[in-house]
């Protein structure tokens, strides 16, 4: 195994996009970023310098961080930020026991709309490890969303609006909007195939808010993996990706030879009425030897509310389940309800421009709100008093209103929890959305999902011989998904909605995990780990 260094600088960087010059925050002037890529059982080690005027902090999204908690990167939960204008940390930790399309984001504010991108996990004896033929070539999909405005102010008015950002500009392919815009000039991805080739394309929504139909015209998929976990191959011609979610999926090129686009397109439970240039994004795969100039045929994109063609999706994924892979633990010993959702809210006297309420959201009534003194993590591990509270409830207390709390659910290690997490509507006004829930630290089991309320006759609907293995789940509006995962993994683990507008709304809550016997004992941190400014 080896170890794979990196240097991410993150700083402004001049970009024209819509026809607009803007200064945008980039780690190393890359919009995506770096990619990295690296072998199972190898050892990351990135040098974050934090060179722009916001507190920072970068996530691995999907690593588990086995015994290296305080390199997870959550803002508040596992560390204090990186300082504004010059502050530094290292990153270091090992990645074993996983393969896949994984990704990196910045995990304070709403930077990671531009601090982001693809973190490749090869199998340790290259491509003959894949559990399908090897791919002639891979191609990473990163969509992704665009604000013409500073994000930084998008988040503020959002806060002062208190209705949370403002509608994306535009959705991005590899960080590029297309041409289906009004801007002539537009840069649009575009990737030459050959002909009669197996490609692997690594699709990972990086978008801050939206779920993503993406479709090829003229070409079919068959999905092998999603959150870097392999899947039992499924053959479709749509991919239904939730903010935070990977789909890995094989294309073979046996169309004729053309240009075709590619296209990123919103897919919301609510109707929502986005103009088209602000909701799809367009790329192209052109065959080797066609002219460039030569007319794009376009896909055949879904309704943007098509729930059906969505949960068809989600919910057809098995995992491979080779004799080598974990099995779903048949003893529980967490059985916890978390329900969740938006309510709305008086309006704060310090949100100027808010008309008539504020969004608020919760996790078992659960306002989560963040520590500010110290990481959790730190106060974990150094016993801190009054940092946080071991209370957050198993289940949704019958009492109407909302509590705000730094609440922590305290499992012993490799307790076996399993979560029913049920979509709420606390406000008819406000109705559901579906909400992309994800764990930091595990993978989980995804046993059952469904369309309304969950009740215990549900259980007869568990896969437990073959399901999905994932690390972010898009629970259905107003339904339900199930959970399982072995809490083999000391420290604290944020779950959350991965809209980033319901991360400042408090949709989360976290897991302490307590140390296991040695050696499983969470080390202390790093000597540079990041103090909290006050
Ligand atoms: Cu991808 Cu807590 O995030």
Known sequence: AAIVEHTFKVGGTNINQLCMNSVIYTANQELPGPTIEISEGDTLVIHAV????????????GVYQLRSGWNDGANKITQCPIQPYGGKFTYQFNVTGQEGTLWWHAHSSLLRATIYGALI????????G????APYEEIPILLGEWWNRNVDDVEHDGYLTGLGPQVSDAITINGMTGDQNSCKGSSMYEVEVEYGKTYLLRIINAAVNVELFFKVAGHTFTVVAADASYTKPYDTDVIVIAPGQTVDALMNTTAPAGRYYMAAHIFDSKTVSIPFDRSTATGVVKYKGVPDYAPAAMPALPRHDDVVTAGKFYWSLTGLARPTDPVVPTTVDHNMVVSFGLDQAPCAPDQTKCRGFALVAAMNRNTFQFPDKVSLLEALYKGVPGV??????????PVPGFRKATAVKKVNYNDVVEVVLQSEEYSRALGTENHPIHLHGFDFFLLA????????????RYNLVDPQVRNTVAVPAGGWAVIRFTANNPGM?????????????GLAMVFEVLNGPAPNLLPPPRVDYPKCRR
């Open 449 to 460: 999902q469904g369309l309304g309320r969950f009740n215990p006759a549900m259980k007869s």
């Open 121 to 128: 996990i090869k199998p340790r004896k290259g491509p003959s």
């Open 388 to 397: 946080y509270s071991e209370d957050f409830p198993d289940f949704p207390p």
């Open 130 to 133: 894949y559990p399908f033929p």
């Open 50 to 61: 934090n060179e722009s005027p916001y507190p920072l902090s970068l996530h691995w999204h």
């Open 493 to 505: 683990w944020f779950m959350h909605c991965h809209l980033d507008a319901h991360l400042p709304l």
